[in-house]
């Protein structure tokens, strides 16, 4: 077991709701978890976006915001951070990865462009697809397979992307998703990435990386590639992050802040590009829709982040909550991601078809029996096809269990996996879910449910 590297300041206290409430509350919310009240929630798996414990450094910094519109000096600890930790020269800031997802794609993309990549985000995807563009997937094959235990399942498939890249002249540029998020959280190797950037140059494509958990994917390289097992963190970032052109930073994940993001860069004709656009919709280029105070915790929290105590830690707990519900029965995909454990709910519940979304009804289901909140991501989040409107199957129909950044306890997981045994003896009472009401964008987030008698 791994030492946690912290000790506990400040408690926040969990409600503790009955079973019989937790079914009421949930029909209430139209059987979508979204619409649940934190305090009705006992264990928050939801995500671990902007939901990490700051540290001391952090909240202390938070004394040092300077709300300043132009020159705040927030901001100047916040570039320097982010040019010290990761290398870029040119940054700009904005509220969250979304901002940057919508400030960096509307400027880089129109109607007919492509983008390619390892399996993008829901929002990146969503702001691609907004933007008239599309996304061809060239994430490597093992990603895809139950029974593969590869160590970098993040991976992109090099010969599709160079075919890819050859053939299709509408690709704007690669996309690398480190760690990629949508097939579990599972890391993409530095032998992986030099082979991506070598094609990307080849071809004459921009490389770019979605960020938002680079420090987790810097661990496992360092765990996983044998050249690096001897390299600090620090360095095996700025190795990542050498063969990028710039990089989106959801600054809610590895930064550790609760709220924040920016784009990196090295191009100063792209930061120029750029800047208009981040301006009309982020804010001035010194806060980009953050407070100083905002800032001032990023900043500490770039350094925080790749320390490798925290970050053995941190692996170590979803390890561990997976590895347990592994052993007790309940399918997952291993092996385990950094921030996240995914439950296979096609294979967990085989009664229930994709288009009955088995995972949102696992999810249900947890929440009913434990007070335990996590998210699907499967069909229902996938959504429907822009061009033809029809459902679109996801390649898995996944439970996701995102871990908050040093908040939860090994008690906590303990429980976790009690609540799941107890799931394991009756599942075949679970029964899927059909639309009360579907969103027509992002829709998980939005619509309401029937559970299907
Ligand atoms: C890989 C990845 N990219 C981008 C985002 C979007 O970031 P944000 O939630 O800060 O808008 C997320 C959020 O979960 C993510 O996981």
């Known amino acids: 077991m791994e030492l946690p590297p912290f000790k506990t300041k400040m408690v926040e206290p969990l409600t503790m709701r009955t079973r019989k409430e937790r079914e009421g509350l949930i029909k209430k919310a139209g059987y979508n978890l979204f619409f649940i009240n934190s305090a009705d929630v006992m264990i928050d798996f939801l995500t671990d976006s902007g939901t990490g414990a700051m540290s001391e450094n952090q909240w202390a910094a938070l004394m040092q915001g300077d709300e300043s519109y132009a020159g705040s000096s927030s901001f100047i600890r916040f570039k320097k951070a982010v040019q010290k930790v990761l290398g870029f020269p040119f940054v700009i800031p904005t509220h969250q990865g979304r901002g940057a997802e919508s400030v960096f794609n509307t400027v880089l993309l129109n109607d007919g462009d492509s983008v390619t990549g390892n399996s993008p985000f829901d929002t990146t995807r969503a702001h691609i697809e907004n933007r008239g563009s599309k996304i061809i997937d060239v994430t490597s094959g093992e990603a895809f397979s139950k029974k593969s235990l590869h160590g970098f399942k993040g991976n992109v498939n090099l010969k599709k992307l160079e075919r890819v890249l050859i053939k299709n002249k509408t690709i704007r540029y690669v996309l ?9 959280g599972q890391p993409v190797s530095l032998e992986n990435i030099r082979g991506v950037a ?10 770019f990386y979605d960020i938002a958990r680079f420090a987790e994917n ?23 992050m050498r063969h990028a052109d710039g990089v989106l930073m959801s600054a809610k994940k ?4 609760n709220m924040g993001g920016f784009i990196a860069m090295r191009d100063p004709l792209l930061y120029k590009k750029l800047a208009p656009q981040a301006i009309l919709h982020e804010g ?26 925290y970050l053995r830690h941190r692996i170590e707990q979803a390890r561990y909550l997976g590895e347990s519900l592994h052993k007790a029965g309940v399918p997952v995909l291993r092996p385990i991601g950094g921030h996240a454990v995914y439950v296979n709910a096609s294979e967990f519940l085989p009664h229930i078809s994709w288009d009955r979304f088995p995972a949102h009804a696992l ?22 096809n822009p061009e033809t409107g029809e459902n679109r199957k996801a390649r898995f129909e996944l439970l996701r269990l995102a871990i908050p950044r040093r908040v939860y306890s090994r008690e ?15 599942k075949g009472r679970i029964k899927g879910m059909k639309f009360n009401y579907e969103s027509p964008i992002l829709r998980h987030f939005s619509s309401t449910f029937k559970l299907l008698s």
């Open 176 to 184: 690398l998703t480190i760690t990629c998020n949508s097939v579990g």
């Open 198 to 207: 070598k094609i990307a140059k080849k071809c004459s494509v921009p490389l």
């Open 218 to 240: 810097s661990f496992f390289i360092k765990e996983r590639e044998k050249r690096y097992r001897n390299w600090p963190i620090s360095k095996i970032v700025l190795e990542t």
């Open 254 to 257: 590895d930064a550790i802040a």
């Open 284 to 309: 001035f280029l010194n806060y980009g829709g953050m407070s100083g105070r905002d800032m001032e915790t990023v900043a500490k929290g770039l350094y925080e982040g790749i320390e490798e105590s």
């Open 363 to 384: 999810a249900i289901s947890l929440y009913i029996e434990g007070g335990i909140r996590g998210v699907e991501i499967g069909s229902l989040m996938e959504g429907r």
């Open 412 to 426: 906590h997981f303990d429980y976790t996996i009690d609540v799941f045994k107890k799931i394991v003896k009756d």
